[in-house]
């Protein structure tokens, strides 16, 4: 099994570009048209903070980022998982997953998703009470785990497949190799990801519900798309047992030359997938449309954008990224550490901006702007420590 680069200049790229996709996600959400707030149990709300400014526009782009893009961030992150495993073996690669992974994961959810989510309460109360905050927060709330849910997914896959590993390692190998024959085949590779996609999301989706989140306390997880996730984790693993020249992510991949179609598809099935529930809505209420076909459209829009959006993205980053300016390296280099902190300066400045009467697109913005920035700048020192910078 050949052993994808250490640093690969274009993964590197899109998986931060994923991580600020991960912040304006996150920068939109108190000003989706759908956002409500449950003072309660704010744990039980769409987001922590939600303000009275709302814009259509964020929906929009909340949905898009949705339908595909932690997906697409658990592919990225099985693509070097086992020629880690090859090369450290089980015992080592679990120790380092473990420091990288679930430690920071312990972090996040203790310390930094404490101080993210006191706004949530000032908001729900109505007055400042440190001591029944944190009482609140572990108890009614019960340990909101905020975003750092994909720090501990992540470990808990990579935990799997490194105990699996022993015993299915010639079995993972063949069947990467068997991938990497639809390198020159880009038909057949989307036909397998749509159908892939479809199997692993749509049976769950209809059993507990498209949105359905479930688990104990701060292990709290997306139930309706676990089984997604992991087949994209997967899926990244075996585009990762071949050799880049010889597998799905080379450089000489006709998918790489079609990367325009891939982007122009994408838009087309999210724009239609954005169009069509309306419609499909008012065709089963006057009886047009029988309600299980309706579902099935639906269902198979939603797949599409999901399978074209991945493709579209790899095949782009792939295609068009060759170098690294100062500045894409500094942001690759402290993605990871965004991703843990950023929530605590998202759901901060949305909160002061509340009593502003700004336009919610405006608001969006300055939250964003701020947001990135300052977990940016916060990580950049926090990696000039030894230790931290272990960990980050």
Request: charged share 10%.
């Amino acid at each position: 099994m050949g052993a994808i680069p250490n640093r690969t200049i274009w993964l590197d790229h899109l998986r931060a570009a994923i991580t600020v996709l991960v912040v304006a996600h996150h920068a939109s959400l108190a000003y989706t048209t759908f956002a409500n707030f449950r003072p309660e149990a704010y744990i039980l709300s769409t987001h922590p903070i939600v303000d009275s400014q709302r814009w259509i526009g964020l929906d929009i782009f909340e949905n898009f980022n949705d339908v595909f893009f932690m997906s697409l961030m658990f592919f990225i992150s099985g693509v070097f998982v086992l020629p880690a495993l090859q090369k450290k073996g089980v015992a080592l690669f679990l120790r380092d997953r473990f420091y990288r992974l679930f430690l920071p994961f312990l972090v996040a959810v203790s310390l930094l998703m404490l101080l993210a989510y006191y706004p949530a309460y000032l908001v729900a109360h109505q007055e400042h009470n440190l001591k029944d905050y944190i009482l609140d927060f572990f108890t009614t709330e019960q340990w909101p785990v905020g975003p750092p849910w994909f720090i501990w997914v992540l470990f808990a896959f990579n935990l799997i497949v490194a105990l699996l590993y022993p015993l299915l390692k010639k079995q993972l190998v063949q069947t990467g190799q068997s991938l990497a024959t639809l390198k020159n085949k880009p038909g057949r590779l989307f036909v397998l990801l749509l159908l892939l996609t479809a199997l692993l999301y749509i049976p769950m989706a209809i059993w507990v519900g498209p949105g359905a989140w479930t688990g104990f306390y701060p292990f709290d997880f997306q139930l309706s798309r676990v089984f997604l996730y992991f087949g994209y984790f997967v899926l990244g693993m075996l585009a990762g047992a071949v050799v880049p020249s010889a597998g799905i992510l080379s450089a000489t991949t006709p998918a790489n030359r079609l990367w325009p179609l891939w982007a122009v598809l994408c838009i087309a099935a999210y724009a239609a997938l954005t169009l069509m529930p309306p419609v499909l809505i008012q065709w089963v209420k006057t009886k047009q449309l029988a309600e299980p076909l309706a579902w099935a459209i639906y269902f198979t829009l939603y797949v599409s954008s999901c399978t074209l959006s991945c493709l579209a993205f790899l095949f782009t980053f792939k295609a068009r990224v060759h170098n690294s300016p100062p500045f894409m390296q500094s942001l690759t280099a402290n993605a990871y550490g965004i991703y843990l902190v950023h929530y605590i300066f998202i759901v901060w400045c949305q909160y002061l901006l509340m009593p502003w009467p700004f336009h919610a697109a405006i608001k969006f913005a300055i939250t964003f702007i701020l947001a990135l920035s300052l977990s940016w700048a916060l990580t950049v020192l926090l990696r000039r420590n030894r230790t931290i910078r272990k960990y980050l």
